[in-house]
C-alpha cells in the first residue's frame, strides 16, 4: 500500500476528501483518463471513506502517485480542523497505493508527514487547486465551482490566483465561499418567506426538503449528481419531490395543482441565484476582471454557473473545456470532480 512506488511518469490519482464525497481523478500521459465520485456521511466515521473507495472503479485502487486535497476536516467528526487534516492525511497514506502528496494551496504540495504542521493551508484548499488550474489555461477568469453542498466563486489575473481570502471565514466574508449548492442545501436556508397562491407563506424551519427537489422538479438536476438521500428518505419521482416542497409551506401536494409548484421551485432556485449573483458582484467589484473574462462553470451545480454567467453579461465557459481528456472519459465526471481533476494536473505538470 503506502509503501509502494510508481513510475515519475506513470499516472497520477488526484483526491478530493470531502465531508459527503470522495473524488477521484487519473492522470496519464498529459491527458485525464477518467473520473469518478462516490457519496457518504463522513461524519459517521473513516469507516465510510473505506466503503466509498472500494465503491470507486479499480483505477483508484491501484498503483500511482497520488495528489490530496480535502474538505472533510471540516466535518463534525473531528474535534477541529488540524485533527481532521491529520486524520484524513494518514488515511490517504495507508489507502492508496504509491507516493502521496498533499495539496497545501499557498504553501504547494506538501509530504504527508509536513502536512499536519500546515493545516492552516492545506485545509479546505481545493478550490485553491481547481483555480490554480483554470490559471494555467486563462490569463483571466471568475471560477465558479457549484457543488451540492457549497459555491466557490474565485478570480484568477494575470494567471494567478488572485482570491482576497483563503479560510472559509475569510472566503465567507469577501463572496467568494457562498454556503449554497446544488444538492444539499435545505430550503429553508433560502428564505423566510415565498409567494405562493398569492399570499407571503412562511417557510416551515424544517428539513422538509433540500435544494435538489427545487431542480429536480424543474428539470435541472442531473441523475448522475443526485446521489444524496431525500431529506425525508423517500423516493426522488416528481411526486414525492413537489410533496417534499408542499410540506415547506404547511400544504400537501394535492392543495395546488402541480404548476404551482414548478412556480415555486422556480421562485426558489431564483432565490439562490441572486445570492450567488450578488457574492459574483462583491468579487467582480475588487476590478480585476475584464469584462471579456469568462465564467468557468464546474461542479454538480453548474448549470446554475451558466446561468449567473447570462446574467453577468460574461461568456461561459465549462472547465471540462479546458482538461485535456481521453476517448473514453465520461464528460459528465471531468467538471463534476473539478478539485480531484485539477489537482492530479498540477502534480502530473499537465
Known sequence: MAGERAAADGPVVGWDLG???????????????????????????????????DALPDWARRPARHAVTMTGELCALFDDRASGVAALTDWAVRHCRGDV??????????????????????????????????????????????????ADLIP?????????????????????LVYTGAVRTPVMALAERVPFGGRDLTLMAEPFATIADVHRLLGMLAPEGDQHATADGRGKGLAETRSRLAHMVGLDAADAPDAAWLD?????????????????????????????????GCGVGRFIAEALAARLGRPYRDLGGLVPIADGAQGYWVSSCAPAVSVACLLAGV
Do not use: C
Not at 21 to 45: C, E, I, T
Not at 157 to 174: N, Q
Not at 266 to 276: F, G, N, S
Open 101 to 150: 502528496a498533499i495539496y497545501g494551496g499557498r504553501a504547494g504540495f506538501l509530504a504527508p508527514d509536513a502536512a499536519p504542521a500546515r493545516a492552516a493551508d492545506v485545509a479546505s484548499a481545493n478550490w485553491h487547486a481547481t483555480s490554480a488550474f483554470v490559471g494555467r489555461r486563462l490569463a483571466e477568469a471568475l471560477l465558479v465551482d457549484i457543488g451540492s453542498t457549497t
Open 156 to 176: 484568477v489575473a494575470a494567471g494567478a490566483v488572485a482570491a482576497a481570502g483563503y479560510t472559509d471565514a475569510e472566503r465567507m466574508a469577501t463572496g467568494e
Open 19 to 53: 465531508g459527503v464525497h470522495v473524488k477521484a481523478a487519473m492522470v496519464a500521459d498529459g491527458r485525464l483518463l477518467a473520473a469518478a465520485q462516490a457519496p457518504y456521511q463522513l461524519r459517521q466515521g473513516l469507516a465510510v471513506l473505506d466503503g466509498a473507495l
Open 264 to 296: 415555486l421551485a422556480a421562485h426558489l432556485a431564483e432565490l439562490q441565484l441572486r445570492r450567488l449573483h450578488d457574492a459574483a458582484a462583491r468579487v467582480i467589484s475588487r476590478g480585476l476582471l475584464t469584462q471579456e473574462a469568462p465564467i468557468v
